[in-house]
C-alpha cells in the first residue's frame, strides 16, 4: 500500500476527485473543503494536510486536515485496517491530532485505533446524518418570503450566527460571528426568511462538482415552531438548483429529531450516518503544553 503526502489540494484531488465522485452527496465534505483550499480559502495558520492511501493503484483511504479543524477521513468500503498505516504517518506529522471527522463506522474505526495508541479518550461530540435533495417540496402555509441578507443585517446575523455556533459546532475552535457571516456574503449565500423582519437564515458556502451544501441554519429561539426554518431552507435550497446545482446536501444533528424530520418533509433523503470525535488527553499528556 503506498502512502502519499499532498503538498497541495490541487494534487490531492487529481487523485481523490474521480474515486470520491461516484459518491459525490457522500463524499460532499473532504470535497468541498478540498475545493476550497484549492480555491484559496484558509482555516487557519498553519497548513492544511493531504494524504491518500492507494493498493494497487486504486484510492483506499483519503484525509485532509485544515488546522485547527479535525481531521475528515474517507476509507472504503472493508479497508479499515488502511487507517493503521495512516495513523503510522500522523502520529509523526500531526501527533496532537484533536479529533477526526467522517463516515460514522470510519470515524468510529480510526478513534479507537487512534486511542489504543495515543494517550487520549475519543468522545462523541456528534452523530450526524448526511441528507441529500434533487427536487423541493415547499412547506405551504408559512408566512413571509425568502430574501438575500443585506448589508444592514449583519449586527443582526452576527449575533444569529454566534447561536448556530453555539448550538450546533460547540466543539469547533472560536471563530468571529461578524467575519464568517462577511465570508458567506462575500463568496457564497445567505438568505433570510422575513415575516415582518427577520426571523431565520440559512447559507451555502461550501460545494463540490455538482452540489451545494446547505448550512448555518438557524431560527432565534422566540421564532421557532412556526415553520420558518422549513421554509427558508427550502427557499435556500430551490435556489441553489435553479443556479444550476444537480443536487443540496446537509448535515443533521441525531440528537435533534424535529430537524431531521422538517428537512425530510422538505425533500432531503438520508445518504449515511456519519460522526465527529474529539481526542480529550488522559494520563501523561495532561499538563503538557
Not at 506529522?93 to 470510519?106: F, K, M, S
Not at 447561536?163 to 463568496?187: H, I, K, N, W, Y
Amino acid at each position: 500500500m503506498k502512502l502519499t503526502s499532498h503538498p497541495t489540494a490541487t494534487e490531492f484531488l487529481a487523485v481523490v476527485e474521480g474515486p470520491l465522485m461516484h459518491n459525490e452527496a457522500r463524499n460532499n465534505l473532504i470535497l468541498g473543503i478540498a475545493g476550497r483550499v484549492r480555491d484559496g480559502r484558509r482555516y487557519g495558520d498553519d497548513p492544511p494536510l493531504f494524504l491518500t492511501l492507494a493498493a494497487a493503484g486504486k484510492l483506499v483511504v483519503a484525509a485532509i486536515r485544515t488546522p485547527p479543524y479535525l481531521l475528515i477521513v474517507h476509507c472504503e468500503d472493508g479497508r479499515v485496517e488502511a487507517l493503521d498505516l495512516a495513523i503510522d504517518h500522523l502520529m509523526t506529522v500531526d501527533p496532537h491530532l484533536p479529533g477526526v471527522n467522517g463516515e460514522a463506522d470510519v470515524a468510529g474505526a480510526f478513534a479507537r485505533r487512534w486511542t489504543s495508541r495515543v494517550p487520549v479518550r475519543a468522545d462523541l461530540e456528534r452523530a450526524m446524518r448526511i441528507y441529500v435533495l434533487y427536487r423541493v417540496a415547499r412547506p405551504v402555509g408559512v408566512p413571509g418570503r425568502m430574501r438575500p441578507a443585506r448589508e444592514e443585517d449583519i449586527d443582526l446575523l452576527a449575533d444569529w450566527m454566534e447561536g448556530f455556533q453555539r448550538e450546533a459546532v460547540p466543539g469547533d475552535p472560536p471563530s468571529d460571528p461578524r467575519r464568517v457571516v462577511r465570508r458567506f456574503l462575500d463568496t457564497g449565500t445567505l438568505v433570510l426568511w422575513d415575516d415582518g423582519g427577520p426571523v431565520s437564515m440559512a447559507g451555502s458556502s461550501r460545494g463540490s462538482e455538482h452540489g451545494a451544501a446547505v448550512s448555518a441554519v438557524y431560527t432565534p429561539p422566540e421564532r421557532r415552531r412556526n415553520g420558518y426554518a422549513s421554509a427558508c431552507v427550502a427557499g435556500l435550497s430551490q435556489l441553489m438548483l435553479d443556479r444550476g446545482n444537480a443536487f443540496c446536501t446537509l448535515y443533521t444533528d441525531l440528537a435533534n429529531a424535529t430537524s431531521n424530520k422538517i428537512y425530510q418533509r422538505i425533500g432531503y433523503r438520508p445518504v449515511c450516518d456519519a460522526a465527529s470525535y474529539r481526542f480529550v488527553p488522559t494520563g501523561s499528556e495532561v499538563g503538557e503544553g
